[in-house]
């Protein structure tokens, strides 16, 4: 089954019930979804229907290129152990369970111009107990979030951009979600995809979105929190259908205050979170360290059509998200360029 997915009618992503309203909290919790509330705040995009595809025919081929790349002690371990004489002692190793493989795609319109700083997304997938390489960049059948990105690019609905996505493997990485991506280093990251991607494309480290689903967003400790305290102030983090723990939602409330934080969940396959908990933590969090004005604190249950509502949720949260995070005027306080 594909995990493609488009957006809920409005009616059915919002519900008739209070309890099923996606809210926004931002600046002294004001709701989006009410008229006249903060106008500065990008609002989701417009339902768009995912792209028709014939059940016979072959994915379509990317037009771009994906480049494969290691964590970076791969290549300083060997350097680190033969040099430890010299030196006197080798470089802190670091541990297995949190190195990676990247894996980044540069669409043909990202190419256009190398020294022109692209947004990036970076892809943060859930649990790997099938140990599938690049699982959501080419690997695996949930789905593949160039494409999606492909598809917005090649429509015109946000601007050229690179996706990029680290692939863990290892069982005691990514095996249990409330300890999966063990104190991920986004700028570690960064710095790897850059160097793989010099001379091809540059990165623009004033519009990093990071998106965490499933397991990449479970880990108080790791994923999409400790990417949210890296030293490269990120500009978005889109937390989807994760364990919604209230111990996570501190940490997403406390981000900095030009840092975007949409969290998206569904409750057709996995109802039993304690979503309420979670809440109410995220709540007095945002109260105890308000965003700046126009910049989003966003909880919304959405309701996916698609078959494999958990993994649908991936490319509804994309579509839905990135043209208005991408816009010129996401963040007053972030310079955004728009082609």
């Known amino acids: ?9 409005r009616a059915a992503a919002r ?54 790349y290691e964590h970076p002690s791969a290549h300083a371990s060997g350097a680190a152990e033969q040099g430890a004489a010299q030196a006197g002692a080798a470089a802190p190793p670091v541990p297995p369970e949190r190195r990676w493989r990247g894996r980044a795609f540069v669409h043909r319109l990202a190419a256009a111009d190398p020294a022109r700083p692209l947004p990036i997304l970076v892809f943060l997938h859930g649990t790997n107990e099938a140990r599938i390489e690049h699982r959501w960049m080419g690997g695996g059948q949930e789905g593949d979030v160039r494409r999606i990105a492909a598809q917005l690019m090649e429509a015109g609905r946000i601007p050229p951009m690179l996706v990029a996505a680290p692939s863990a493997v290892l069982p005691a990485a990514v095996a249990v979600a409330r300890t999966s991506w063990p104190a991920f280093d986004l700028d570690a990251f960064l710095d790897a995809t850059a160097a793989r991607l010099r001379g091809v494309a540059t990165l623009d480290r004033a519009r990093v979105v990071v998106a965490g689903h ?3 967003g479970c880990n108080k400790a790791g994923g999409i929190a400790t990417a949210l305290r890296a030293s490269t ?17 501190l940490p997403l409330a406390r981000s900095r205050p030009t840092t975007h934080v949409v969290v998206s969940w569904q409750t057709m396959t996995w109802a039993k979170r304690p979503i309420a908990d979670f809440r109410r933590a995220f709540q007095r969090g945002v109260e105890a360290h ?11 249950p959405l309701v996916p ?9 991936v490319p509804l949260v994309l579509r839905r998200w990135l043209p208005p995070l991408l816009s010129p005027d996401a963040a007053p306080s972030v310079p955004c360029v728009s082609p």
């Open 305 to 313: 059509t698609e078959p494999m509502p958990h993994d649908a949720m």
């Open 1 to 9: 089954m594909t995990a493609a997915g488009r957006r809920a009618p």
């Open 15 to 68: 519900g008739p019930a209070p309890a099923t309203r996606a809210f926004a909290l931002a600046a002294g919790l004001a709701a989006v979804s009410s008229p006249g509330a903060v106008g500065a705040q990008p609002k989701p995009a417009p339902a768009a229907p995912a792209p028709a595809a014939s059940a016979a025919s072959a994915p379509a081929q990317l037009d771009g290129a994906t480049y494969d």
């Open 290 to 300: 308000p965003a700046a004005p126009g910049v989003l604190r966003e909880l919304e």
């Open 214 to 216: 499933s397991g990449g």
């Open 233 to 249: 102030p990120v500009h978005a983090a889109l937390v989807i259908d994760t364990c919604m723990d209230a111990d996570i939602a």
